[in-house]
């Protein structure tokens, strides 16, 4: 890990609603690990039969394209990115 | 009906006829079911990684479901490179593997590993069903998942346990995919119309959302000059004037100019592959872009466009074709330009005349592309003898050349064939192949034998690893590592030794004869081809450079095969 670049990427939030099942979360952190991004904080609730995931996120590559990835899992009912991250949230990594 | 039965049942309900599988401790259930299932073919490979590789030959020949069957552990670990291959490429397939009973799932038992784990990476979705309650309703979801949008492969992981317990669920409704409607067309077709210099840039997405006759009606229509990346070859047939073949690295000089100098490209059912842009800043750059395609997420990935047309493919090249017919474009000397480029910086290599000259690659290919028939199906492995398949052979379908082109995997061309021949029995199938890739897979030579199949085999041997030689030679100051096959085992008599009747041939005046033998031979059959070591692909452009860098075949200084490379 590079610090210099780590500072240097810019942060969103990120809020994800998911299925419950079988490696949820894997599958979610292996999409925004591979897209280029890394997790800075995570947040996690049950919500009926989804889980509703807060996070916050460090990358140089356009979000959108992450978000269209995440889209794109079966189980993934929403992704909303609010951007960029309040610095606090940035912080609080 | 346990488990295992209702995962043969819905093979039934949704006209599953054939399976590639390899059976083992966890999976034992399914195969105890399979002994009184009429139904279902199952094709036993030898070895897992043929069986995904198979099932995927099989869905690029049909359009179908491709199926692979394994056990849990060393079978399922065996099945992820055809996996990851099919995902790479969007294939549709279906992949089923036991798992340790769900009690001993984590506890380190003998064969288990993480299939789910493991995967996340190389499948669309996956499951490790923890209920056989759920088994009926993820069968229907998963095949739906696995050919709906873009394709890919869809893994069920399956408790030993799980397989063997009674289900009571009632199975459920087929899963229908809501038909894609067509979007809006007319900022597509306003700077269509507007552009002097358009180009048709078509990929692999044509035939995986079965749109090759929309899009042929197209491209005949609008009569606009095209481009093809490795997966598109044949979108265009092969008698389109306008067609410049094959673009990127090992792209046609015509090709890579046309994408050079056109002002709009016309993206249907491509990603922009690095091996087909060379280096993005250089690419496409005095060019608009409308990209067509049914991933959401292709579009914009690599390169901002102007408007993006996401959807039916077949929808939307109809609907552009009937306003091209009703006001054909107005690029006549665009055209007659592309036309000329084609002419003079397509793919000809000059045949050698010769008849006692050795034999080369792109020779031989140019006599196989004319003498088979034309329907049938090429499944190529990884290399040179690949690339030569694309240049040099002209395929009338996409569905008639299987090539691993995401994932570029050796020892894909014999499994895949294998698959073909089982999705067409009747069709001429040929795996062409390098000394290399064919001992990636050579133990399906028996696959081959058991069931008969007629397919012919041909190898270009160079005894070498000829594409990493070549690359060795031009950009590692011909500083040559662990490339030398010479050692290669004689394969005319490792053929025999599988039941195989096999031919050699060495010379120019031989390579007629040599595969008109094989074709007319009913059953399968070989024929061991050596080249020269020294051949390299033209033009080649540098990985990470731009297509403009193309660089062209040094000329001869005599006629002997070995070059000088400048
Ligand atoms: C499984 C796998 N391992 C390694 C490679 C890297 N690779 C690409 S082409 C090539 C050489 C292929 O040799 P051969 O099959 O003899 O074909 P040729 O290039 O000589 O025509 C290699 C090693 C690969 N594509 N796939």
Redesign the pocket.
């Known amino acids: 890990m590079n610090p210099t670049n780590k500072n240097a990427a810019p942060s969103y939030t990120l809020n994800c609603r998911m299925a419950q099942e079988a490696a949820a979360i894997e599958r979610l952190c292996q999409v925004v690990r591979i897209r280029g991004f890394r997790i800075a904080s995570m947040a996690v609730e049950t919500a009926g039969d989804y889980f509703d995931i807060n996070l916050t996120l460090e990358g140089s590559r356009p979000v959108a394209m992450l978000q269209n990835q995440l889209e794109k899992l079966h189980t993934v009912a929403e992704v909303v990115v609010k951007q960029p991250a309040a610095k606090l949230a940035r912080h609080s990594a | 009906m346990n488990g295992a039965q209702h995962i043969l049942d819905a093979f039934h309900r949704h006209h599953i006829g054939t399976v590639f599988g390899y059976p083992g401790g966890c999976i034992m259930p399914l195969y105890d079911a399979l002994v009184d299932d009429v139904g279902v073919e199952h094709v036993l490979c030898r070895h897992e990684q043929a069986c995904a590789l198979a099932a995927d030959g099989y869905a690029r020949a049909s359009g179908k479901l491709g199926v692979c069957i394994a056990t849990s552990g060393p079978g399922a670990t065996n099945l992820i490179t055809g996996v990851a291959n099919a995902h790479r490429d969007s294939i549709p397939m279906l992949v089923i593997t036991g798992q340790v009973a769900s009690g001993m799932i984590g506890t380190d038992a003998f064969q288990e590993t993480d299939v789910l784990g493991m995967t996340l990476g190389i499948v669309k979705h996956s499951y490790l069903v923890d209920s056989a309650e759920d088994i009926p309703a993820i069968m229907e979801e998963a095949m739906a998942l696995a050919q709906s949008g873009r394709p890919g492969p869809v893994w069920i992981d399956i408790p030993k346990d799980i397989l063997l317990t009674d289900v009571k669920t009632p199975t459920p409704e087929q899963t229908q995919t809501p038909s894609a409607s067509t979007p809006d067309l007319s900022e597509a077709l306003a700077m269509l119309r507007e552009a002097k210099r358009p180009l048709l840039y078509s990929g692999g997405g044509v035939s995986l959302a079965n749109a090759e006759d929309s899009f042929r009606a197209f491209a005949e229509a609008s009569a606009m000059p095209g481009v093809a990346t490795l997966k598109g070859i044949g979108n265009a047939g092969k008698h389109n004037p306008n067609d410049l073949g094959m673009l990127g690295m090992h792209g046609s000089r015509a090709a890579n100019r046309a994408v050079e100098e056109c002002d709009l490209l016309f993206i249907v059912g491509a990603r922009l592959d690095d091996r087909a842009t060379g280096k993005l800043d250089g690419f496409a750059p005095n060019a608009r872009t409308i990209h067509i395609d049914a991933d959401a997420a292709e579009i914009n990935k690599l390169r901002a466009t102007d408007v993006a047309l996401r959807g039916d493919l077949s929808g939307i090249l109809t609907a552009f074709t009937h306003e091209m017919e009703a006001q054909p474009l107005a690029i006549d000397d665009w055209r007659t330009q592309c036309q000329t480029w084609r002419t003079t910086g397509g793919f000809q290599a000059a045949d050698n005349e010769e008849p006692l000259a050795p034999i080369t690659g792109p020779a031989f290919i140019r006599q196989l592309s004319r003498i088979t028939p034309d329907n049938a199906i090429i499944a190529c492995?990884?290399?040179?003898?690949q690339m030569w398949v694309a240049q040099h052979y002209h395929f009338n379908h996409p569905r008639h050349h299987l090539t691993s082109g995401g994932l570029?995997?050796?020892?894909y061309g014999l499994p895949a064939a294998i698959g073909a021949q089982f999705a067409d029995r009747q069709s001429t199938v040929i795996n062409v192949?390098?000394?290399?890739?064919f001992m990636?897979n050579a133990q399906e030579l028996a696959t081959i034998r058991r069931y008969n199949l007629p397919l012919k085999l041909i190898i270009?041997d160079?005894q070498?690893?000829?594409?990493?030689r070549q690359q060795q030679e031009l950009f590692y100051n011909n500083r040559e590592s662990q490339i030398d096959?010479d050692d290669n085992p004689d394969f005319v008599a490792m053929a025999r030794a599988f039941d195989i009747p096999s031919l050699h041939i060495e010379r120019t005046d031989q390579i007629r004869r040599g595969i008109e033998t094989i074709l007319a031979y009913d059953g399968p059959m070989l024929l061991h081809v050596a080249i020269s070591r020294e051949e390299n692909v033209w033009p080649i452009v540098k990985p990470g450079a731009s297509n403009k860098e193309m660089i062209d075949e040094p000329k001869r200084t005599t006629t002997a095969k070995k070059e000088q490379v400048a």
């Not at chain 2, 070498?464 to 990493?468: A, D, E, F």
């Open positions: 492995d990884v290399g040179q003898h570029g995997t050796m020892g192949t390098g000394d290399g890739s990636m270009l160079n070498c690893l000829g594409m990493v096959l």
